[in-house]
């Protein structure tokens, strides 16, 4: 049996045309697992329990608070796409190649999986111990696929400003989780049908 050297393990930096279709989702699904490790890792050490955050609340107020962000940021979306050059919004052609040939069943799998990793990190985690302006930075940061363009990164920013906005008024997590899912969803909806039409 050959021994596995961690220093055999190269990382090197692809452009997104040589990236593979499995590469890619292998990138996304061990990312997403990260950040779901690594949230799950900091509320316990913040003791708190993290299944407690993510129980259904009885008032459902918070659908209110995460469809009507989800419903602003999809208009000031359109307007940007519309107003800023498009080469000013290029994210590096990562959105399209992850959702332009992706069955309607993996983009729903998708945006849940990186609503609920990113939010129970950033919202459930991070802002409880550093405030929203702070995670708020380190979100846009760390979607680096943006930071060639300000526009994109500033846009980000406000999301993630939003998206802890909502956690806050509405006391559920799952405000902010419904938010993200709606935007990945009907961005990637948008990103598949838009190349058959």
């Known amino acids: 049996m050959k021994k596995f050297k961690f220093g055999e393990i190269k990382i090197k930096k692809v452009e997104p045309g040589q990236l593979t279709d499995r590469l890619l989702l292998l990138n996304l699904y061990i990312t ?7 949230g799950l890792i900091w509320i316990l050490f913040q003791k708190r329990n993290p299944f407690q955050l993510l129980i259904f609340p009885e008032n459902v107020h918070f659908v209110a608070w995460g469809l009507g962000l989800a419903a602003v940021m999809l208009v000031v979306d359109y307007l940007l796409t519309h107003i800023v050059p498009e080469e000013s919004m290029d994210d590096g052609g990562i959105n399209d190649l992850l959702f332009r040939n992706r069955p309607v069943w993996h983009i729903v799998v998708i945006a849940a999986m990186v609503s609920i990793c990113e939010e129970l990190l950033f919202r459930g985690a991070i802002q409880y111990s550093i405030g929203p302006y702070w ?6 940061l760390i979607h680096v696929r943006y930071l060639r363009h300000f526009v994109p990164t500033g846009w980000v920013f406000l999301s993630s400003y939003g998206l802890g906005y909502i956690y806050i008024q509405s006391g559920s997590l799952w405000a902010p989780i419904l938010c993200h899912f709606f935007i990945d969803l009907f961005s990637g909806l948008v990103i598949r049908y838009r190349r058959e039409s």
């Open 135 to 140: 995670t708020s930075i380190l979100f846009a």
């Open 32 to 38: 997403q697992g990260l950040t779901l490790i690594i």
